[in-house]
């Protein structure tokens, strides 16, 4: 069965530092990697997602993630935080057929940027 | 405008009384499911459907039902609901794995049984 792992329930950074919120996952064969944000009361907007290519995947807002294979990791990341970025991020992994194709969540990392 | 709906939003029940959560997408995607969130639980899945009329448990079934007549549709049966399904549930789907691309979320639906 796959399984994600964000080991913080929280993350707090400066605005204008740089942010890692991490994210471990396990699956059988090749992993598609996800990284989704959830705003207070609202749904589940996509960032970035892995599949293929270039460890280094480029999103939406700012947000990057890095795809480690060896370690099984994929972290977001971003360069400089705003305090606009607070917000739950969650980590997501699919396989490639069957039920394992419906993305399994971690429990979500909330992510606190103090002015 | 490709999108995921739910309704209603909000929902107020009580112990016992039969509700529907109905889902709609028109994005034509195959994969359609349900997840419910709980603090310091994150998304897990209820159940989800691969087409019209496949459906299969996710990883917390119990006291949840769903039918997928229509492509579009799939909406989540609580036949008898309980305090323990308060919670914030999402719908999702999700074009075939060829495509590569993400799953879409409609906004939520956050149920109070009392």
């Known amino acids: 069965a796959q399984s994600v792992a964000q080991p913080e329930d929280q993350v707090n950074v400066a605005e204008g530092n740089p942010l890692t919120v991490k994210c471990t996952y396990s699956?059988?064969?090749?992993?598609?990697l996800f990284w989704y944000v959830q705003y207070p009361n609202r749904g589940l907007q996509f960032l970035l997602k892995y599949i293929t290519g270039d460890n280094l995947v480029k999103g939406s807002y700012g947000f990057e993630a890095e795809f480690n294979k060896s370690q099984t990791s994929f972290h977001l990341k971003k360069p400089s935080a705003l305090v606009s970025d607070s917000a739950l991020y969650f980590c997501?992994?699919?396989?490639?057929?069957?039920?394992?194709?419906?993305?399994?969540f971690g429990r979500g990392t909330s992510l606190i940027v103090h002015p | 405008e490709a999108q995921v709906t739910q309704n209603p939003r909000y929902l107020i029940t009580v112990t016992g009384k039969k509700l529907t959560v109905t889902c709609s997408q028109n994005m034509n995607h195959e994969y359609m499911s349900w997840y419910r969130q709980d603090p310091g639980l994150g998304l897990r899945q209820i159940y989800y459907s691969m087409n019209v009329e496949v459906t299969d448990k996710g990883d917390v079934p119990e006291g949840y039902k769903v039918s997928r007549k229509e492509k579009r549709n799939f909406p989540l049966i609580l036949e008898s609901p309980s305090p323990n399904q308060t919670s914030l549930y999402f719908c999702?789907?999700?074009?075939?794995?060829?495509?590569?691309?993400?799953?879409?979320f409609g906004q939520g639906t956050r149920l109070t049984v009392v």
């Open positions: 997501a992994v699919r396989g490639l057929s069957g039920g394992s194709y419906i993305p399994t």
């Open positions: 699956v059988s064969g090749n992993p598609y």
């Open positions: 999702a789907s999700s074009a075939p794995p060829s495509m590569n691309t993400e799953a879409f």
